[in-house]
């Protein structure tokens, strides 16, 4: 089993900046990618960034690159999503996840408890 907790989120203001954490702990640590998410009242999650096991590359989604950066401990059981210049669209609960089986974060196994970030003037 694998346990994600997250932590951070809450109320910002327009232009803002919040920092996202997931400590991951458990047997069965060999994920093959890693990554945050979001999902919004009424519409499907998306996928912010990923980082592959892989190649180790960090990819973002066109609609957070430059504004959001993916950070891992050293020691891989901690990640990090710093989110800096936040808008209200990026109102949503957040989620990091892992996957044993997929490279890019297409399929994760495990999820982080969520932490809601609120972005209003």
């Known amino acids: 089993q694998v346990q994600l907790v997250q932590s951070g989120g809450g109320l910002v203001q327009p232009g803002g900046s919040l920092r996202l954490s997931c400590a991951i702990s458990g047997s069965n640590l060999d994920w093959h990618s890693i990554g945050w998410f979001r999902q919004a009242p009424g519409k499907e999650r998306d996928g912010l960034s990923c980082i592959s096991l892989n190649d180790g590359a960090t990819n973002y989604v066109h609609f957070v690159r430059g504004r959001f950066t993916m950070a891992r401990s050293n020691d891989g059981r901690t990640i990090y999503l710093q989110m800096n210049n936040l808008k209200p669209e990026d109102s949503a609960v957040y989620y990091c996840?892992?996957?044993?089986?997929?490279?890019?974060?297409?399929?994760?196994?495990?999820w982080g408890t969520g932490s809601l970030v609120t972005v209003s003037a």
């Open positions: 996840g892992t996957s044993n089986s997929n490279w890019y974060c297409n399929e994760m196994d495990y």
